[in-house]
């Protein structure tokens, strides 16, 4: 119903790896050339777990957006901004947390599990109870289609619907909205405004779809409402209900995870993984030295790639006939491992070699990476002040006082 809009975002854990981009950033560069995108730091969200080390969050903020650009995240396509910088992100969470149910936050899985995973802090806290409204807010504050996230993430994104419902039943009665209507109605203009009236009792009445689809299209092509206009006279064909919030999607992110250099998942803490942008150098020697299949000791040893952690990355980096000299060579010992995981060493440093070329204005100036972070916040803010607006109005909050 509302635009077509993406929004994503990222606790900043600093200069990221190659997991991050196979997994998220290479997603995010396709998005941006499609639809709307709003991708942000999100560090409020870093907080709620390490509220007694802030200051690792700063520095990580700044490496981090350097590995977005770095990845081919392109200012000129996607907003990319600091939710903190964006408070308007904390009073939608303020006020969606009047009407939030409690046992809501304490049933989302992620709750327990990362108060039981991490025992080194305390996490018995209002505001990690909160980390999974403070993400609907993230999202619902653009009226965003969709979430491009792990599936992790997808409990996050079930509540957020949730709460957008929930929401829009509990205030989408807005208050004086059949005079709105009216006004609306007059602002398509005469023949556009009967088309509509007329379309809208037909499908009142005889639930006619063709009706609905046609009345749809008159508001949808209409240049003269406003946002909120369109949104009431969306909203009024079908009942009187008006869509305050809208639920996303979550676009799940194909597990195309690249294990780490032991086979485990990639991750900075378990350290075996391989910055976004690594010395080349140091990418060959991790690579050359990670461990094999087990079975073959020695070079005269037939092995099995399904047992050698290197061969999922052949996957995700070689084509159809590596793979295929890869699978003979090893099961008849044919080949060498250093010569198996050559080509790997090749195309991850290939393919990080535009990475370090795409950071490296970044890292010379870093004024430049803030004006893109302060062009961004207003954009963001821009939006998502929109929104409250709405929000406001319907929660009772606006007094007839200006912003
Ligand atoms: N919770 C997400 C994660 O840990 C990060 C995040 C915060 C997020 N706000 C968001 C992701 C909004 C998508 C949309 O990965
Ligand atoms: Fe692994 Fe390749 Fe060695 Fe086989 S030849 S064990 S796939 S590194």
Redesign the pocket.
Known sequence: MFAQRV?????PTGALHLGHYHGALKNWVRLQAEQPCFF?V?DW?ALTTHYESPEVIQRAIWDMVVDWLAAGVDPAQSTLFI?SRVPEHAELHLLMSMSTPLGWLERVP?YKDQQEKLTDRDLTTYGFLG??L???A??LIYR?SS????E??VP??EL?REIARRFNHLFGREPGFEDKVAAAIKQLGGKRGKAYSDLRTRYQEQGDAQALTDARAIVESSGSLSAADRERLLGFIEGSRKMILSEPRALLTEASRLPGIDGQKMSKSYGNAIAMREDPASVTKKLRTMPTDPARVRRTDPGDPERCPVWPLHQVYSDDNTRTWVQQGCRSAGIGCLDCKQPVIDAVIAEQQPFIERAQPYLDDPALLRAIIEDGCSKARKVAQDTMRDVREVMGLNYGLRD
């Open positions: 929004v994503s975002g990222m606790r942000f999100a969200h939710q992620t980390y999974p403070l993400q609907a993230d999202i965003a979430v491009p996230v792990g992790d993430q996050h994104i957020t």
